[in-house]
């Protein structure tokens, strides 16, 4: 009897696209390289970004005190506000590589994760397909779309490598990977808060598995065992306990993730505010409505693993904007899956000799990428600049001449602050609601925007030190109390502190001899102080500009 479901009128899994051969065991590797090689080229260089620098500060403190931290201490402003740092063993990790190797030691970290994050991936799109053309074009798409996700050191890698993963032993079914992936899954709540978005992810993706069986349409697809859906998810559940906060990050994560002051991080913006994207996240929406339109023309409809990644990457997508960078993790089985089925109805189509043809281009693409990355190891293992204000001059002022105290920075520099200037006290940076209120947050940001006298907000928190933006918009009512130390293009460090100034106005405040960049403060891995030793300062590649001499 033919399936409602069945186009042609008799295979329940008609509309899929008939079993080509396999491709071999060495197109694998091959198609494996290509997709890990576009990875590596592409993101070779990592601007270093001011949230490595609460990072590696983090971890510095604890091996320094051996104490847990449990409230926010660099902070004058909330210095008893809890702080719950869900990814601290991410943190430990890279500080012990950065202690060994400096910047070289992180960014090879981030290499790893993509590595691993990649080979998900192709895995993943090798399980639900076999025409080596499919596969070759949609891992090089969506490795293509990966950009973003790969581009900074954070601990979101730790959870794109972990989602690959869950895809694959979900689409694939093979009980290896699905008992590898549960305590993984609960393992990874010690590294990023993404581990909700994994556990979630593993419990649907059984549950359908289960639910295709019940209803006899997986085929020839092995069976589930009923541990799949009733054991793993516990198994994830349970070891995402294993932290030092106990069951209790569970609950925190989920707090934290529906904290409405989130959305004063930009990263946090639906995509339905579409009058607030920019070019790329409205190209990252059509895509996404592309592949819905693919997957409704094209995709088995029994096929409800697929269906619920499909439904998981659009959603999500479009919840916040971060979350496009796990999208393409989501939609490539779906989209592989999709063309296969397009071209089985195209009779005309022959793609046996395509294929052929992509299984020798997979192979001189994973040449030609690896080498070319391989000749650019070299200088890529340091940070590259990012093209935005900074404060690194400023902070080198700060610690040539021993200045510390109770500093307001602009929020993107806070992080940076805690890791180059650990002397000071700051008012907020990018640890966001795990360190702060939202009140805090919205103060830090809003300062000169909000109607109130940014005066006022210093006073109340009792601030020395000021550290702004060279166009921030509260730094005019500011140097009316607070005098000016330092400035160049970028920043301005000011002080209301008699000594400090008397410091200045009699000639004997020390500037470093040339322009330090951000990246000098994590290159070696002797520390921060290392940014203004002479080995360093020789190395610079532009000299003081008499701007930094600058007034306001």
């Given at each position: 009897m033919a399936s409602p479901d069945s186009r042609s009128g008799s295979d329940p899994r008609a509309e899929e696209a008939p079993a080509p051969a396999a491709p071999s065991a060495l197109a694998g590797w091959w198609l494996l390289g290509a997709g890990l090689g576009l990875a590596l080229v592409s993101n070779a260089f990592t601007p270093v970004n001011a949230d490595?620098?609460?990072?590696?500060?983090?971890?510095?403190?604890?091996?320094?005190?051996?104490?847990?931290?449990?409230?926010?201490?660099?902070?004058?402003?909330?210095?008893?506000?809890?702080?719950?740092?869900?990814?601290?063993?991410?943190?430990?990790?890279?500080?012990?590589?950065?202690?060994?190797?400096?910047?070289?030691?992180?960014?090879?970290?981030?290499?790893?994760?993509?590595?691993?994050?990649?080979?998900?991936?192709?895995?993943?799109?090798?399980?639900?397909?076999?025409?080596?053309?499919?596969?070759?074009?949609?891992?090089?798409?969506?490795?293509?779309?990966?950009?973003?996700?790969?581009?900074?050191?954070?601990?979101?890698?730790?959870?794109?490598?972990?989602?690959?993963?869950?895809?694959?032993?979900?689409?694939?079914?093979?009980?290896?990977?699905?008992?590898?992936?549960?305590?993984?899954?609960?393992?990874?709540?010690?590294?990023?808060?993404?581990?909700?978005?994994?556990?979630?992810?593993?419990?649907?993706?059984?549950?359908?598995?289960?639910?295709?069986?019940?209803?006899?349409?997986?085929?020839?697809?092995?069976?589930?065992?009923?541990?799949?859906?009733?054991?793993?998810?516990?198994?994830?559940?349970?070891?995402?306990?294993?932290?030092?906060?106990?069951?209790?990050?569970?609950?925190?994560?989920?707090?934290?993730?529906?904290?409405?002051?989130?959305?004063?991080?930009?990263?946090?913006?639906?995509?339905?505010?579409?009058?607030?994207?920019?070019?790329?996240?409205?190209?990252?929406?059509?895509?996404?409505?592309?592949?819905?339109?693919?997957?409704?023309?094209?995709?088995?409809?029994?096929?409800?693993?697929?269906?619920?990644?499909?439904?998981?990457?659009?959603g999500t997508s479009l919840s916040a904007s971060r979350h496009l960078r796990m999208a393409p993790l989501l939609l490539a089985p779906v989209v592989a899956v999709s063309l296969e089925a397009m071209f089985a109805r195209m009779k005309s189509v022959r793609l046996e000799r395509l294929d052929a043809l992509a299984v020798k281009l997979a192979g001189v693409l994973a040449v030609g990428f690896l080498a070319l990355w391989g000749l650019r190891v070299p200088e890529a293992l340091s940070f590259i600049e990012w093209p935005f204000?900074?404060?690194?001059?400023?902070?080198?002022?700060?610690?040539?001449?021993?200045?510390?105290?109770?500093?307001?920075?602009?929020?993107?520099?806070?992080?940076?602050?805690?890791?180059?200037?650990?002397?000071?006290?700051?008012?907020?940076?990018?640890?966001?609601?795990?360190?702060?209120?939202?009140?805090?947050?919205?103060?830090?940001?809003?300062?000169?925007?909000?109607?109130v006298d940014p005066l006022v907000t210093l006073e109340r928190y009792g601030t020395e030190l000021v550290l702004l933006r060279r166009d921030d918009p509260a730094l005019p009512r500011v140097v009316t109390r607070f005098k000016p130390l330092f400035c160049d293009e970028d920043a301005c460090l000011l002080s209301r502190r008699p000594e400090d100034i008397a410091l200045r106005e009699s000639g004997r405040l020390r500037l470093p001899e040339n322009y330090v960049f951000v990246g000098d403060y994590f290159k070696s891995a002797r520390g921060p102080d290392a940014a203004w030793d002479a080995s360093v300062q020789k190395e610079a590649s532009r000299p003081v500009s008499p701007a930094f001499r600058a007034g306001l």
């Open positions: 490595l620098g609460w990072t590696l500060a983090f971890a510095r403190k604890l091996a320094a005190t051996g104490v847990f931290p449990r409230v926010n201490e660099e902070s004058f402003t909330e210095p008893t506000h809890p702080l719950v740092m869900y990814q601290w063993a991410f943190n430990v990790l890279l500080y012990a590589l950065h202690e060994r190797w400096g910047a070289a030691g992180v960014i090879a970290a981030k290499w790893g994760w993509m590595a691993l994050t990649v080979g998900g991936l192709t895995a993943s799109i090798r399980a639900v397909s076999r025409g080596a053309l499919v596969q070759l074009v949609v891992l090089l798409f969506a490795v293509h779309c990966l950009w973003m996700s790969f581009e900074l050191v954070r601990a979101q890698l730790v959870s794109f490598a972990l989602i690959a993963l869950v895809v694959y032993a979900g689409v694939s079914g093979r009980r290896w990977a699905l008992w590898l992936a549960a305590p993984l899954t609960g393992l990874s709540a010690n590294f990023h808060g993404g581990f909700l978005a994994g556990w979630g992810l593993l419990a649907g993706l059984c549950g359908t598995r289960m639910l295709e069986a019940r209803l006899g349409w997986s085929g020839d697809a092995r069976r589930p065992h009923w541990s799949e859906w009733t054991v793993l998810p516990g198994v994830a559940a349970l070891f995402a306990c294993v932290t030092p906060y106990g069951p209790r990050l569970v609950l925190e994560t989920l707090r934290l993730s529906g904290d409405p002051a989130r959305l004063l991080d930009r990263e946090w913006i639906p995509l339905w505010y579409v009058h607030l994207l920019v070019p790329t996240e409205k190209v990252a929406l059509g895509l996404l409505a592309v592949s819905v339109l693919l997957a409704l023309a094209f995709l088995p409809r029994r096929r409800l693993g697929l269906w619920l990644l499909l439904v998981l990457a659009v204000r900074n404060p690194s001059n400023a902070i080198a002022v700060l610690r040539l001449n021993g200045l510390s105290g109770r500093l307001w920075n602009d929020f993107d520099w806070g992080g940076l602050l805690l890791w180059a200037a650990p002397d000071s006290r700051i008012a907020c940076d990018g640890r966001h609601v795990m360190a702060y209120s939202g009140q805090m947050i919205s103060t830090n940001i809003r300062m000169g925007v909000d109607g």
